[in-house]
T-cell receptor, first 116, second 110 residues
Framework: DAGITQSPRHKVTETGTPVTLRCHQT?????MYWYRQDPGHGLRLIHY???????DKGEVSDGYSVSRSKTEDFLLTLESATSSQTSVYFC???????????????FGPGTRLTVL | RKEVEQDPGPFNVPEGATVAFNCTYS??????FFWYRQDCRKEPKLLMS???SGNEDGRFTAQLNRASQYISLLIRDSKLSDSATYLC???????????FGAGTTVTVRA
């Protein structure tokens, strides 16, 4: 399995509080992604990164920001959490060196976030 | 219209049966296709890539129909351990950006 960890794995917070989720990889993959998964919607891309300090928005980016200061870490921040952001958040990586396809993505174990 | 659409199922099949399901995609320019497997409350894991000529991996066979813009997955000789949700995945505007279907749930019963 790809070396991807997410922290925390579970979090309960209150509306209006800031929350930061961390994704850490040991695979030196170039691309990193944050998704949310909700029933009936599949995985939806929040933000992604194509290199250190290079990030861009996905399809559901409102209310979220990201930062990537090192290859191995990609942070997702909810500046002021809302109940609609209750979800399961997955980090993914792709872009291995050595000729492997850049588009196969490998996922972290997920973070279950509940906003009360 | 969603970029990737799947029949949510569930498909309930007995052990040893064959089960097959499709997904459709809307972007005719898509070049990369995958099936991922997701167990309950776990992360998605790559099951197999889908190639233009179709491909097999053990009991799993994937097919691509570009003209009709759908891909299929067939599972032969189903095992209890095949019970999972299968996600259809297609690349979008850039290779590294993928679109996910909501998944097809398969339950194999003894």
């Amino acid at each position: 399995d790809a070396g991807i960890t997410q922290s925390p794995r579970h979090k309960v917070t209150e509306t209006g509080t800031p929350v930061t989720l961390r994704c850490h990889q040991t695979e030196n993959h170039r691309y990193m992604y944050w998704y949310r998964q909700d029933p009936g919607h599949g995985l939806r891309l929040i933000h992604y990164s194509y290199g250190v300090k290079d990030t861009d928005k996905g399809e559901v980016s409102d209310g979220y920001s990201v930062s990537r200061s090192k290859t191995e870490d990609f942070l997702l921040t909810l500046e002021s959490a809302t109940s609609s952001q209750t979800s399961v958040y997955f980090c993914a990586i792709s872009g291995a060196s050595g000729g492997t396809s850049t588009d196969t993505q490998y996922f972290g174990p997920g973070t279950r976030l509940t906003v009360l | 219209r969603k970029e990737v659409e799947q029949d949510p199922g569930p498909f309930n099949v007995p052990e040893g049966a064959t089960v097959a399901f499709n997904c459709t995609y809307s972007n005719s320019a898509s070049q990369s296709f995958f099936w991922y497997r997701q167990d309950c409350r776990k992360e998605p894991k790559l099951l197999m890539s889908v190639y233009s000529s179709g491909n097999e991996d053990g009991r799993f066979t994937a097919q691509l129909n570009r003209a009709s813009q759908y891909i299929s997955l067939l599972i032969r000789d189903s095992k209890l351990s095949d019970s999972a949700t299968y996600l259809c995945v297609v690349n979008g505007d850039y290779d590294y950006k993928l679109s996910f279907g909501a998944g097809t749930t398969v339950t194999v019963r003894a």
